[in-house]
C-alpha cells in the first residue's frame, strides 16, 4: 500500500529555520513528482512547492508566498522529500502535507511559528 | 496565476440527496482538475482527477464533469458518510491552485 509519513514539524520562533521530511513507500518514487500542500489552522489548502523527477532534472517550484526561504529536495534512493524552511514567519503557521502527484496524501506535520 | 472560484461555500442536504459543487477556472484548464473530500483532523481524499474520472476505491455515486471552464462535482445520493469539505485543484500550470472549499453538511 503506498504511504507517505511526514515528520519534523514542531514549534519555532520567528526567523528560525526548520527541515520536514516524508518518507514514501508503496510505489515508485523515483517517477513521481512531489509536492507540500500546507493548511493553517481553519482555513483552505494551498500548494507551496513541487519538485519533479531525475529526467526532467529535479525541477523546483514554488508559491510566491515563500520562494526565497523554501527549498525543496528530494533523495531517491532514500524515497524521502524534504523542505527546508527558513526566516519562518507566523503565517507560515499549518499543517504542511507531502503529496505524490496529488493522488496520494500523508497525514501531515505541523509547523507552529510564534514567540 | 490561475483562479478556482468555488461554489456553494456552504451547503446543507439531506439524504439520499442530489447535491452539486462547482468550479470556474479563470482559464482554460483543459482537464487539469482534480476533487477531494477533507475529513476533520484528516488530510484531503482525491475523489476525481482529470475532471471525470473516478480515483480508486471511491464509490460510483461521485461524478465529476466540465463544461467549458466550469467543472462540477456531483453526489448523486448523499450518504452520511460523504459529509466533510470539498476541494478543486487545477493541476494546469504552477503555482497549483485550490478552490476556497465547499463545506458539506447533513440537513
Known amino acids: 500500500a503506498v504511504q507517505l509519513v511526514e515528520s519534523g514539524g514542531g514549534l519555532v520562533q520567528p526567523k528560525e529555520s526548520l527541515k520536514i521530511s516524508c518518507a514514501a513507500s508503496g510505489f515508485t518514487f523515483s517517477n513521481a513528482a512531489m509536492y507540500w500542500v500546507r493548511q493553517a489552522p481553519g482555513k483552505g489548502l494551498e500548494w507551496v512547492a513541487r519538485?519533479?523527477?531525475?529526467?526532467?532534472?529535479?525541477?523546483?517550484y514554488y508559491a510566491d508566498s515563500v520562494k526565497g526561504r523554501f527549498t525543496i529536495s528530494r533523495d531517491d534512493s532514500k524515497s524521502m522529500v524534504y523542505l527546508q524552511m527558513d526566516n519562518l514567519k507566523t503565517e507560515d503557521t499549518a499543517m504542511y502535507y507531502c503529496?505524490?502527484?496529488?493522488?496520494?496524501w500523508g497525514q501531515g506535520t505541523l509547523v507552529t511559528v510564534s514567540s | 496565476d490561475i483562479q478556482m472560484t468555488q461554489s456553494p461555500a456552504s451547503l446543507s442536504a439531506s439524504l439520499e440527496e442530489i447535491v452539486t459543487i462547482t468550479c470556474q477556472a479563470s482559464q482554460d484548464i483543459g482537464n487539469w482538475l482534480a476533487w477531494y473530500q477533507q475529513k476533520p483532523g484528516k488530510s484531503p481524499q482525491l475523489l476525481i482527477h482529470s475532471a471525470t474520472s473516478l480515483a480508486d476505491g471511491i464509490p460510483s455515486r461521485f461524478s465529476g464533469s466540465r463544461s467549458g471552464t466550469q467543472y462540477s462535482l456531483k453526489i448523486s445520493r448523499l450518504q452520511v458518510e460523504d459529509t466533510g469539505i470539498y476541494y478543486c485543484l487545477q493541476r494546469y500550470s504552477n503555482p497549483w491552485t485550490f478552490g476556497g472549499g465547499t463545506k458539506l453538511e447533513l440537513k
Open positions: 503529496t505524490a502527484e496529488g493522488a496520494y
Open positions: 519538485i519533479r523527477t531525475k529526467p526532467n532534472n529535479y525541477a523546483t
